[in-house]
């Protein structure tokens, strides 16, 4: 199953979501209002465009994501990887540390992420 869209203004109110879930609709409202402030129409017009497009779901008031944090952010990074370097992943990886500062830390994280993969491949 492919990962919903969730726009900029959607995925503010995710980060909530996914910080407070389960929570009430009522207190979902109170956050986005405290935190974004929005005001509550807004905030229950977002969960109801979430709820018809399978991101979350409202039952008795309480709301819950069907998709999580990790599921959206890695099909945002699909999509920009997609557009943006027509599907390259070196291509992105040159762009951004082109610009970027990169401490020998982030290198070694990247390093063991690419070598766990490694690892993986060679075990299927």
């Known amino acids: ?11 503010r ?3 909530i979501l996914w910080e407070h879930e389960p929570v009430k609709s ?12 929005w005001k509550p129409t807004t905030t229950y017009t977002i ?3 979430l709820a018809q ?4 779901k409202n039952e008795n ?11 959206v952010q890695a099909a945002e990074i ?6 943006k370097f027509e599907g390259s992943l070196p291509a992105f990886i040159a762009a951004f540390t082109k610009h970027q500062k990169i401490s020998k830390d982030e290198i070694d994280a990247v390093q063991a992420m690419i070598d766990r ?8």
């Open 1 to 11: 199953m492919e990962t919903p869209k969730v726009h900029e203004s959607e995925y």
């Open 13 to 15: 109110l995710c980060l």
């Open 26 to 37: 009522k207190d979902l409202v109170r956050l986005c209002q405290e935190q974004m402030g």
């Open 47 to 49: 969960i109801k465009r």
């Open 53 to 56: 497009r399978g991101v979350l």
């Open 61 to 71: 008031t309480v709301v819950t994501s069907l998709v999580s944090k990790d599921q």
């Open 78 to 83: 699909d999509e920009f990887v997609e557009k």
């Open 117 to 124: 993969y490694r690892r993986r491949e060679d075990n299927d």
